[in-house]
């Protein structure tokens, strides 16, 4: 555990690269006017939530798995569970945990603000995967620890999921376009860019739909499973109406975009 820090970096830095590679090779073609510029702010916040999350919590979900397992707490080690079994289910567990988080964030009004930041994003790249505000990034945190500690999760199967999760985000929101045959098979084992852009659908009956992040068996689970946009994966219109504008996308602007309850410009918007 001593190289979390090491390891979580090496693959998030590989798999940005590979996906911003990815992008320039298999693009959707899709128009993206402003592409780039949304960059800075998107790589900004998880630099600004890695710091928050070093201030509040250094140590991690990782470090908090190390403190649970020195006390023996939590489910696992009660029923003596061997670590054969322990690690993959504990993935299990902390990504069916990040898939009804992810649902209740889009439910409660006051949380759909936080994580609405994410949706207003006007177009999908990688970056997408990394938009999240740090308010919710800690909360998440505090939810991932409270799993973690029930759950008596190995430290290994946590650092597994955090790497995991992290390559996913990036990967299901990359605009890539993956061969029609290849996709339908490959959504049956990961949440693929296809099905993810259903989620990010402006229509509020798809994006409150394919809640999964890196496994998709909760959405056919739990109902909430959305093959395809109605009007078509191309021709979906991606963000939240009335947050799409190019200003809107500053960082200073994403950062206070939850205390504001409404656009600003008269647009439909849920929440209060």
Not at 12 to 19: E, K
Not at 160 to 169: D, G, K, P, R, Y
Not at 256 to 270: E, I, K, N
């Amino acid at each position: 555990m001593a190289a979390e820090a090491a390891i979580r970096l090496g693959v998030f830095l590989g798999v940005l690269a590979a996906m911003v590679l990815a992008e320039r090779i298999w693009a959707r073609g899709l128009a993206m006017p402003l592409g780039w510029r949304r960059w800075p702010a998107n790589l900004a916040l998880p630099l600004i939530g890695s710091v928050l999350l070093r201030l509040v919590a250094p140590a991690g979900a990782v470090g908090v798995a190390v403190w649970a397992e020195a006390r023996g707490l939590g489910l696992l080690p009660a029923l003596g569970a061997p670590f054969w079994l322990a690690v993959p289910l504990a993935v299990l567990v902390l990504d069916l945990s990040i898939y009804w988080q992810h649902r209740v964030f889009h439910h409660v009004p006051v949380l759909w603000r936080l994580h609405r930041m994410h949706h207003a994003d006007p177009e999908l790249d990688a970056t997408t995967g990394l938009r999240f505000h740090p308010v919710e990034i800690l909360l998440s945190l505090g939810i991932k620890a409270t799993v973690v500690t029930a759950l008596g999760a190995p430290p290994l199967a946590v650092l597994a999921f955090e790497v995991l999760l992290n390559a996913t985000s990036l990967f299901n929101h990359a605009d890539i376009r993956i061969p029609v045959g290849a996709e339908r098979w490959l959504r049956r084992l990961v949440v693929t860019p296809d099905m993810h852009r259903t989620h990010h659908s402006e229509v509020q009956a798809e994006t409150d739909g394919c809640f999964g992040f890196c496994l998709p068996w909760w959405d056919h689970l739990f109902g909430s499973y959305r093959a395809t946009p109605a009007a078509g994966l191309d021709d979906a219109v991606i963000g939240v109406p009335g947050w799409r504008i190019a200003r809107q996308q500053r960082l200073d602007r994403l950062l206070l975009q939850p205390f504001a309850s409404t656009p600003p410009v008269d647009f439909p918007q849920r929440g209060p």
